[in-house]
């Protein structure tokens, strides 16, 4: 009996340490995993626009960033997502500069079907290039197959239908929306 009770007292006192361990681990390395990923969003976030040294990306809250070149707020980036692809949810960034014009837009994550949905992303495909430099005015927003501009994936139309929706009631909404927007961000 005193040597099962002898075990019990070393595994804990193992655990224990073990979970102190793990503890102080988290602690001291926080500050460092939430300034590398702060890091990686701007890096991202920069991407899309295809920045210069110019251009900063301040967050403004609610997946909102502000876009300012020299000092000057030149645009916003901003979350938008979809729910009509073919296989669940659709989240992307989206550039605008402050006249509604499409300065890039990048997926952020989707589960569409591996081979013909996933041409979304700029590492498959340069599909989503397309939205740069458009606005509400300068094309038609939907696809070839619906008398668009936009051309859709063979054997995948759900999917760029979607996407094209998404941006273009993106657009929408900053145009409608932008000045009270912008006053409510203000600092």
């Known amino acids: 009996m005193r040597s099962l009770q002898g075990i019990v007292a070393r ?3 193992i655990g224990f340490i ?3 361990g793990l503890s102080f681990t988290n602690y001291s390395t926080r500050l460092q995993i939430s300034d590398n990923r702060a890091n990686h969003a701007t890096e991202k976030l920069l991407s899309i626009l295809h920045a210069d040294v110019d251009v900063s990306i301040d967050p403004l809250g609610n997946n909102t960033y502000q876009i300012s070149r020299n000092g000057v707020t030149s645009g916003h980036i901003f979350e938008i997502s979809t729910t009509e692809g073919y296989n669940g949810e659709i989240r992307l960034w989206l550039a605008v500069d402050l006249a509604g014009s499409v ?15 996933d041409k979304l992303d ?15 005015d300068s094309i038609i927003w939907a696809v070839k197959k619906d008398k ?4 859709q994936f063979t054997g995948a139309t759900i999917t760029p239908r979607a996407v094209v929706t998404a941006v273009k009631l993106g657009l ?16």
């Open 18 to 20: 073990c979970a102190l």
């Open 11 to 13: 595994l804990t006192t």
């Open 103 to 117: 300065l890039g837009t990048r997926v952020i994550n989707h589960q569409e079907t591996p081979g013909l949905g």
């Open 148 to 151: 668009g501009d936009f051309d």
């Open 172 to 187: 929408i909404d900053y145009k409608n929306n932008r000045d009270n927007w912008m006053s409510s961000y203000e600092r």
């Open 122 to 136: 700029i590492e498959v495909s340069n599909w989503i290039l397309g939205f740069n430099n458009q606005s509400l």
